[in-house]
């Protein structure tokens, strides 16, 4: 690699809350947990209604089906914005009993041999074999150093899209599992 690259840029409580996010929800291998999620109480509902309904004399009472399949779907449509909600306040909550630890400005240089990290708390250096996975959202590159810890590194914090170009080349370089954005 003819040079390094550098990035500065000020990490915010909502690059983290984006990263929890995208491992806890939207992550492509969390397809089948999401459709679970939203299906179960509509199978929950119906099984209830049909068991209970079953024991009594008389006619179907359509009514009570129908409320109850209306509160399962309402459940369905809206687990989505409730989980996000949710998350994001516990995320929050973590960042506060932290301290500042993981936010305020960070310096990234790129080398062909490591990264070296600099923040208010010192400077470290991490080894590229360090990292096993990086993905790209339309948003960030997530370099990740375990299932749920990764590098969160904003995509407006490159200079040019040249640099952000020469930095997605070293990605692929030093890194054996790369998941970038499909061209819209």
């Known amino acids: 690699m003819a040079s390094e690259i550098t990035l500065n840029f000020d990490q915010k409580e909502e690059d983290l809350q984006q990263f929890n996010l995208h491992v806890a929800w939207t992550a492509p291998h969390r397809k089948r947990i999401r459709w679970r999620m939203r299906l179960t109480p509509l199978v929950?509902?119906?099984?209830?209604?049909?068991?209970i309904e079953s024991q009594r004399p008389g006619p179907f009472p359509w009514g009570t089906f129908t409320v109850m399949m209306a509160i399962g779907i309402v459940f369905a449509l809206t687990i989505d914005r409730v989980f996000v909600y949710f998350l994001r306040r516990r995320v929050s909550k973590n960042i506060q009993k932290q301290g500042d630890r993981f936010l305020g400005h960070r310096k990234l240089k790129f080398a062909e041999d490591e990264i070296l990290v600099e923040d208010a708390h010192g400077t470290g250096t991490h080894k590229w074999s360090a990292f096993f996975k990086v993905e790209e959202?339309?948003?960030?590159y997530y370099l990740y150093v375990s299932t749920h810890s990764a590098f969160v590194i904003p995509k407006w914090a490159f200079v040019d899209e040249g640099q952000q170009a020469a930095f997605k080349t070293l990605l692929e370089a030093k890194i054996s599992e790369t998941t970038w954005l499909q061209p819209a």
């Open 44 to 51: 929950i509902f119906t099984a209830m209604i049909l068991l």
């Open 137 to 140: 959202t339309p948003d960030y």
